[in-house]
């Protein structure tokens, strides 16, 4: 059974840099398609960043471009989201999703499994 599992998350100040890590178990990571999503109080989930399982397309949402910085380790089965220079906008619950897919895709439906959600606070 597929399981991932967001760690890292908490309290950080404006300006401040944190990093999430997703460990997925149950599915074979190295073939799947992984992102990143977040949803702020009052807001629809949307999408962050996302890897493809070979490395040749990664795409960030325009919000965090330049700022943020997704990776993955398929020797640990672990995605990564380092994130710097943090603004209090992107406090939200932070959610790692797998798609057992070659392309990639920002719409929410269209991926296969969804961690717990990690919530990621930036205070001014």
């Known amino acids: 059974q597929a399981r991932l599992v967001e760690s890292g998350g908490g309290l950080v100040q404006a300006g401040g840099s944190m990093r999430l890590s997703c460990e997925a178990s149950?599915?074979?990571?190295?073939?799947?398609?992984m992102g990143w999503f977040r949803q702020a109080p009052g807001n629809e989930r949307e999408f962050v960043a996302a890897?493809?399982?070979?490395?040749?397309?990664?795409t960030y949402a325009d919000s965090v471009k330049g700022r943020f910085t997704i990776s993955r380790d398929n020797a640990k089965n672990t995605l990564y989201l380092q994130m710097n220079n943090l603004k209090p906008t992107d406090t939200a619950v932070y959610y790692c999703?797998?798609?057992?897919?070659?392309?990639?895709?920002?719409?929410?439906?269209?991926?296969?499994?969804w961690g717990q959600g990690n919530q990621v606070t930036v205070a001014s």
């Open positions: 149950g599915i074979t990571f190295s073939t799947y398609y």
């Open positions: 890897f493809s399982w070979l490395g040749e397309q990664i």
């Open positions: 999703a797998a798609r057992d897919r070659v392309k990639g895709t920002t719409d929410l439906q269209e991926w296969h499994y």
